[in-house]
């Protein structure tokens, strides 16, 4: 126990003293305390030095604009890079110059690309090691490839490649001459003067290919059944009626049929003596074959002279046998219909000459001008079939009454 005593009231008092467990865990405490305190501090301390470890190296990767970079921190190092240098040749051993070379190393990376000289080499620096491919290409040439491995530091010069030609490859479609004439029998049935006046009997190839029986048959079959050509015949027999051509036929409409019968019977069997069944017995082109070049008297010449020369099918030029010899075929049997009394012993070669005339006159035309009047030809194909059906034919006789 303790006694203390106040001097201003002169009275004292005892008080007891703390014990020495007290005092003991008192001390306990403080101990416990310092403890804790350098704990925290060294673990902020170990966190702060791990931060600074961490975070080095990125301020290392990044300084400041200007800075120079320490050893460790340059570019890849340049002394493992290599060259690669090669040259190319073509299969006879001259240099191959102005071919592209492409250098590709996988996906990820640039290619490199280069240009062989006039002595054919190429090259490539400050090439990382590691495989690699060469890309050739050169024209006239087929394209090369060349696949190696770049060492580190390797200077490689690669063997020399060699080029071979390009193979061109030609597909030739060869058509029998049934088809080609097929498809110039289609094109000429699309002819038309002006558009449409039917100009049939015409080609403007220079050697094209003969016709066969059948094609003939259907030149001839859709020129005398073209709605053009009945037509004409038609008004050729009104004015043959309003002037009183072949008079024992009569006027009004039985005299009118009559003579349209006469003039479409002429025009039909015509078309058939001459442009089918005697072009097939004489092997012989019943069409105008266009000329188109040389001067202007050469071509007239040879229009005027295709009314007497016909194209066999040989590739010779010849007589024109299948045109008389059809025109007088026509002329007798067009005696058979027409009156007595206009028939005369020379009818058959007066027609005949007037036929010769008439197609003399159409191929000038054909040659000079339809070409330019059909719009169906593009520029490629033209004739003038009105003129060589129906009035080729017709066989009217100025002499009639």
């Keep these: 126990m303790r006694t203390e005593c106040n001097p201003a009231t002169d009275s004292c008092s005892a008080q007891a003293r703390p014990s020495s467990s007290i005092r003991t865990k008192a001390l306990w405490l403080r101990s416990l305390g310092v403890v804790a305190g ?37 570019q890849p190092n340049q002394e493992s890079a290599g060259t690669i240098t090669g040259s190319l040749n073509a299969e006879g051993g001259s240099p191959v110059s102005g071919a592209q070379v492409v250098l590709t190393r ?3 990376s640039p290619e490199l690309r280069a240009t062989s000289g006039d002595s054919g080499s190429f ?34 010069v690669v063997p020399a490649i060699t080029l071979s030609l390009q ?18 029998v289609k094109t000429e049935l699309h002819q038309r003067v002006l558009g449409f006046v039917p100009n049939f009997y015409v080609t403007y190839s220079s050697n094209p290919v003969p016709l066969n029986f059948k094609q003939k048959v259907q030149l001839g079959w859709k020129s005398i059944t073209n709605p053009m050509t009945v037509l ?22 039985q005299g009118l049929g009559k ?11 015509g078309t058939f003596l001459d442009d089918v069944f005697m072009p097939t017995i004489f092997r012989q082109d019943p069409r105008y074959i266009y000329k188109g070049t040389g001067s202007w008297g050469s071509r007239l010449f040879y229009a005027l002279s295709r009314a007497v020369l016909e194209k066999g099918d040989n590739g010779h ?24 009394r206009d028939r005369t012993a020379g009818y058959a070669f007066k027609v005949a ?36 059906t129906g009035k080729r034919h017709a066989g009217r006789r100025s002499n009639a009454k």
């Design 167 to 184: 193979t061109v490859t030609t597909t030739v479609i060869v058509s029998p001459p049934e088809v080609i004439a097929e498809r110039q």
């Design 232 to 253: 004409a015949l038609g008004g050729a027999s009104g004015i043959a009626q309003a002037r009183d051509w072949y008079s024992s036929y009569g006027q009004g409409a």
């Design 38 to 74: 350098l704990l925290l501090f060294a673990s902020v301390a170990a966190a702060h030095q791990a931060f600074n470890l961490v975070s080095l190296p990125v301020l290392r990767v990044s300084p400041r604009a200007g800075a120079p970079l320490s050893g460790s921190q340059t």
């Design 106 to 108: 996988g996906f990820n």
């Design 123 to 156: 090259s490539f620096a400050n090439v990382p090691p590691g495989p690699f491919e060469l890309i050739i290409t050169a024209e006239a040439f087929a394209t090369q490839t060349y696949s190696g491995v770049l060492d580190p530091g390797q200077n490689l």
């Design 259 to 269: 003579r349209f019968a006469a003039s479409y019977g002429t025009a039909a069997i």
């Design 353 to 388: 000459g007037v036929r010769l005339a008439e197609i003399a006159v159409a191929n000038v035309f054909e040659e000079f001008f339809s070409r330019r009047l059909t719009p169906s030809l593009l520029g490629h194909h033209s004739s003038v079939q009105a003129l060589r």
């Design 317 to 340: 030029w010849e007589p024109n046998y299948s045109g008389f010899l059809g025109s007088l075929g026509t002329a007798g049997i067009s005696e058979a219909y027409y009156p007595a």
